[in-house]
T-cell receptor
Framework: AQSVTQLGSHVSVSEGALVLLRCNYS??????LFWYVQYPNQGLQLLLK??????LVKGINGFEAEFKKSETSCHLTKPSAHMSDAAEYFC?????????FGTGTRLQVFP | GAVVSQHPSRVICKSGTSVKIECRSL??????MFWYRQFPKQSLMLMAT?????????EQGVEKDKFLINHASLTLSTLTVTSAHPEDSSFYIC???????????FGPGTRLLVL
């Protein structure tokens, strides 16, 4: 069965600093892979989706992710953090019709 | 983009009553919708898969008689929490699968508080 590991339950950065959120998946076959963001008391918003068409995927709000098959990873990055980026971020892969979620990473941004 | 709505956004009810939560896909048809439960500071837990025109598929440990799911149209799924108890208090989130995009889009969630 598929599994997703997000390293670091909490990440703190200063405003303007690089954001790096890590995600590794278990399957050797590149799946559909998603990054979602959740703001407090809200649902999940799709940041980006990887579908094997390209290894670097650009998402909304300046985020992007690089898919590395050899490392079974798809880390999420943003060059310059903004205060409004503070939220919970979830990595997920598809397994049949379902989504398998990581445990999430809470991003804090300090002024 | 794809928009999924949920209603109500917040509900408070007395123990023993039933609560219905609606999930609608507003700009695409969804033969498959999903219901999740989220505990504070945790990831989403899949409760069930809602299939249009057929019975829902429940995850292990989820009581199908307690969490009734109906998916009567291609844009609407409902979750009814029957005889709610305080331990059912949680954040419930639905998603709708856009087949053409192979992507699940999520609703804004419903906060249920059972007194």
């Amino acid at each position: 069965a598929q599994s997703v590991t997000q390293l670091g339950s909490h990440v703190s950065v200063s405003e303007g600093a690089l954001v790096l959120l890590r995600c590794n998946y278990s399957s050797s076959v590149p799946p559909y892979l998603f990054w979602y963001v959740q703001y407090p008391n809200q649902g999940l918003q799709l940041l980006l989706k990887y579908t094997s068409a390209a290894t670097l995927v650009k998402g909304i709000n300046g985020f992007e992710a690089e898919f590395k098959k050899s490392e079974t990873s798809c880390h999420l990055t943003k060059p310059s953090a903004h205060m409004s980026d503070a939220a919970e971020y979830f990595c997920a892969v598809t397994y049949t019709d379902k989504l398998i979620f990581g445990t999430g990473t809470r991003l804090q941004v300090f002024p | 983009g794809a928009v999924v709505s949920q209603h109500p956004s917040r509900v408070i009810c007395k123990s023993g009553t039933s609560v219905k939560i609606e999930c609608r896909s507003l700009d695409f048809q969804a033969t498959t919708m999903f219901w999740y439960r989220q505990f504070p500071k945790q990831s989403l837990m899949l409760m069930a898969t809602s299939n249009e025109g057929s019975k829902a598929t429940y995850e292990q440990g989820v009581e199908k008689d307690k969490f009734l799911i109906n998916h009567a149209s291609l844009t609407l799924s409902t979750l009814t929490v029957t005889s709610a108890h305080p331990e059912d208090s949680s954040f419930y989130i639905c998603s709708a699968r856009n087949v053409a995009e192979e992507t699940q889009y999520f609703g804004p969630g419903t906060r249920l508080l059972v007194l």
